[in-house]
């Protein structure tokens, strides 16, 4: 069993698991203080963290010696992974819930897989494409099999607005993670994600404080304490760690299977919605649950 692949593979898990704290947090503060203002504030709390974690890890404050192409591909894959992709992301959190647009997210891995075989010629064995399909089936099935049942037609206007959201900002996430692979190999993998983090946070800038001018407000929402605090959480967990160990996984094992086994957020969010939200897990979650856990493994088994 390859070592650097099982590694690779062990920090996808963590990735996973910040993912789904994010998205808890995100609906929670979300849904009291607006989508928005949350995905533009989380970056500038974010930013002073992962420039700390980039000098820790790799001695620099700021890569300074890289190609303009490097450059110009982390500041775009910033822009579409921080700003579009988290934009359209938040407000599915909110119109559908966490786990729920967590489940659609899983198409971004097909999309990666794909793309990463073309660019880098990656190739994935039948054990491994085996894997990916069956995690991809067991959190479909979530969804697919949930869907079925008879809801109002608000409810149901909603989903389909967060359906879309969450389709979109999947499309995107693969495309931000394919141009932050470009560069991985110029670049180590948290000081790329600084000059991601900066990417996305010069489009909120833009968007927040020249085009919209609602960034004051966006700023005075966190003077509520308790929002400030699950905020500071968030970020840590997803733009620094979260992500930071994603970008370090990127170099250790194939694009798709890092991204598949990062999809598996919705499976952690079960026990969530079961003992603290309270929901009534269906025999659809419970299945999609084996599946997703049973293709993970056979990732493992793969290495």
């Given at each position: ?207 927040n404080f020249l085009y919209k001018r609602n960034a004051v407000q966006h700023f005075a929402v ?82």
């Amino acid at each position: 069993m390859e070592h650097n692949l099982v590694v690779g593979q062990l920090l996808a898990l963590l990735t996973a698991a910040c993912w789904a704290q994010n998205s808890i947090i995100y609906r929670h503060i979300g849904a009291k203080a607006g989508s928005d203002a949350v995905a533009h504030i989380r970056m500038w709390i974010a930013l002073p963290m992962i420039l700390v974690l980039t000098y820790a890890v790799e001695g620099i404050w700021f890569p300074t010696s890289l190609s303009a192409r490097t450059y110009i591909f982390l500041l775009a894959s910033g822009a579409f992974g921080y700003f579009i992709t988290d934009m359209l992301l938040f407000k599915a959190y909110i119109l559908l819930g966490s786990r729920e647009s967590m489940v659609i997210m899983t198409l971004s891995p097909v999309v990666t897989a794909f793309f990463g075989y073309i660019l880098f010629d990656e190739r994935l064995n039948l054990i491994q494409m085996l894997g990916i399909l069956t995690t991809i089936a067991g959190v479909a099935v979530m969804v697919l099999l949930d869907s079925r049942r008879k809801v109002e037609k608000d409810e149901r206007d909603t989903k389909v607005k967060g359906f879309v959201y969450a389709i979109l900002a999947s499309a995107l996430q693969s495309l931000s993670f394919l141009l932050a692979k470009f560069a991985l190999d110029e670049t180590g993998p948290v000081s790329t994600n600084l000059l991601r983090n900066i990417g996305g946070l010069l489009c909120f800038f833009v968007f927040n404080f020249l085009y919209k001018r609602n960034a004051v407000q966006h700023f005075a929402v966190f003077k509520n304490r308790r929002y400030l605090i699950l905020l500071i959480l968030a970020a840590f967990a997803g733009p620094v760690l979260g992500m930071s160990s994603q970008m370090r996984a990127f170099t250790l094992a194939p694009v798709g299977i890092v991204t598949t086994i990062t999809q598996v957020t919705p499976i952690l969010l079960l026990p969530f919605d079961r003992f603290i939200l309270h929901k009534h897990l269906t025999a659809s979650s419970l299945a999609g649950t084996f599946l997703s856990i049973a293709g993970v493994a056979v990732l493992f088994l793969a290495a």
